[in-house]
C-alpha cells in the first residue's frame, strides 16, 4: 500500500522569504502522479503542483516549484517570494497512474504561516 | 455559484440522529468523491463516485451511507454515529480520464463540519 509522510506539522515564514515543506512517499509503483494541494483557513483545497513520475524535470508554478527525488522518494514544495495569501495548510499527495479515478493518498498536512 | 457547494457548513447531532449530508458540483464533472479531515490525520478517501456509480468503498462502516443520483449531486446520509466519527467531511469532483480530464485535479467543497455529541 502506499503513503505518504509529512514530517513537518507546522512551519513558519517571514514575507518575501523562501520556504521548503518536505513529502516522503513509499510505493512499489513505477508509474504514479504527485500533488501539492493548499487549503486556506475556511476555504476550499485547491491544487497548486502537480508531478508526473516519468518526467525527470521539477515542475514549476510561478512561486512555487518542486525537488522530486525519485530514487529517494522525496517531493518537497519551495515557495519562493512567500506572500501572507500563501498562508493555509498544505497537503502532498500521491495517486498512482492506472487508476481509473482519482484516487489520492493524502499526507496528514503542514501548516504553514508567513510572518508580515 | 462556486463550483463545488456543500451543505450545511456545520452539523451538531445526537449519537442516535440520523442527518443526510449534500453536495452539489456546477462544474460538469462525471466523478464525484467523499472525504475524512480529522485533526493531524491524512485526509480518508471514504467513497467514489463515476458517472454516478460507485467505483469505491473504502471499507467506510455502515452507519455512513452514499447516495449518487446523479452526476452533478452526491449526498451522506449519517446515522447512529460515533464521537469519533466528528470530522470535517469534503466533497469532491472531477473530470473522469476518459473525457481529457487532467489528473489528479480534484475541485473540493469547503466541508461540513459534523460534530457527534
Known amino acids: 500500500a502506499q503513503t505518504v509522510t509529512q514530517s513537518q506539522p507546522e512551519m513558519s515564514v517571514q514575507e518575501a522569504e523562501t520556504v521548503t515543506l518536505s513529502c516522503t512517499y513509499d510505493?512499489?509503483?513505477?508509474?504514479?502522479?504527485l500533488f501539492w494541494y493548499k487549503q486556506p483557513p475556511s476555504r476550499q483545497m485547491i491544487l497548486v503542483i502537480r508531478?508526473?513520475?516519468?518526467?525527470?524535470q521539477n515542475a514549476t508554478e510561478n512561486r512555487f516549484s518542486v525537488n522530486f527525488q525519485k530514487a529517494a522518494k522525496s517531493f518537497s514544495l519551495k515557495i519562493s517570494d512567500s506572500q501572507l495569501g500563501d498562508t493555509a495548510m498544505y497537503f502532498c499527495?500521491?495517486?498512482?497512474?492506472?487508476?481509473?479515478?482519482?484516487?489520492?493518498?493524502f499526507g496528514s498536512g503542514t501548516r504553514l504561516l508567513v510572518r508580515p | 455559484e462556486t463550483g463545488v457547494t456543500q451543505t450545511p457548513r456545520h452539523l451538531v447531532m445526537g449519537m442516535t440522529n440520523k442527518k443526510s449530508l449534500k453536495c452539489e458540483q456546477h462544474?460538469?464533472?462525471?466523478?464525484m468523491y467523499w472525504y475524512k479531515q480529522s485533526a493531524k490525520k491524512p485526509l480518508e478517501l471514504m467513497f467514489v463516485?463515476?458517472?454516478?456509480?460507485?467505483?469505491e468503498n473504502n471499507s467506510v462502516p455502515s452507519r455512513f451511507s452514499p447516495e449518487c443520483p446523479n452526476s452533478s449531486h452526491l449526498f451522506l446520509h449519517l446515522h447512529t454515529l460515533q464521537p469519533e466519527d466528528s470530522a470535517l467531511y469534503l466533497c469532491?469532483?472531477?473530470?473522469?480520464?476518459?473525457?481529457?480530464?487532467?489528473?489528479?485535479?480534484?475541485?473540493f467543497g469547503e466541508g461540513s463540519r459534523l460534530t457527534v455529541l
Open positions: 469532491a469532483s472531477s473530470q473522469d480520464l476518459t473525457s481529457g480530464g487532467a489528473y489528479g485535479e480534484l475541485f
Open positions: 510505493t512499489s509503483e513505477s508509474n504514479y502522479y
Open positions: 508531478q508526473e513520475a516519468y518526467k525527470q
Open positions: 499527495a500521491f495517486m498512482k497512474l492506472k487508476d481509473s479515478s482519482y484516487k489520492l493518498i
Open positions: 462544474l460538469g464533472h462525471n466523478a
Open positions: 463516485y463515476n458517472f454516478k456509480e460507485q467505483t
